[in-house]
């Protein structure tokens, strides 16, 4: 796979709705605080990995971490993130043109894009 640097709001999501936690059950806000606090640490988080439908759009297939990154780059703590580019077609699951997401679960979800963004329980 290639690699190159994209910025967290040029890429959209593949999927509608997102857990609040991670596979490891960290609380992803969480995350988010402690990388606000600690930005060196944003060097162990995985890439993520995108792909392009031929439309000049990129989709993620890891659209928590996708969330986080354009969280912390609305709070200014980043500008671009290096990405895998994967041929993979991703068939995006949204409503929407996949601006956002829907968090689920999560009382205090966060700015990460300029939509209205929408809490369920």
């Not at 690699?3 to 967290?8: E, H, L, S």
């Not at 997102?18 to 060196?40: M, Q, W, Y």
């Not at 986080?68 to 671009?80: A, H, K, P």
Request: proline share 4%.
């Amino acid at each position: 796979m290639d690699v190159a640097f994209m910025k967290p709001s040029d890429i959209r999501f593949s999927k509608e709705f997102i857990p609040a936690r991670f596979s490891n059950r960290d609380e992803i806000n969480g995350v988010i605080a402690k990388l606000t606090l600690h930005p060196k640490l944003l060097n162990t988080i995985p890439m993520i990995v995108v792909s392009n439908r031929n439309t000049g759009e990129w989709h993620s297939q890891n659209n928590r971490r996708l969330y986080m990154f354009r969280v912390l780059e609305r709070n200014g703590i980043l500008d671009q993130i290096q990405v895998e580019i994967s041929n993979r077609i991703i068939v995006p699951f949204t409503r929407d043109d996949g601006c956002h997401v829907i968090m689920l679960g999560q009382s205090k979800a966060l700015k990460h894009c300029d939509c209205k963004l929408i809490v369920m329980s």
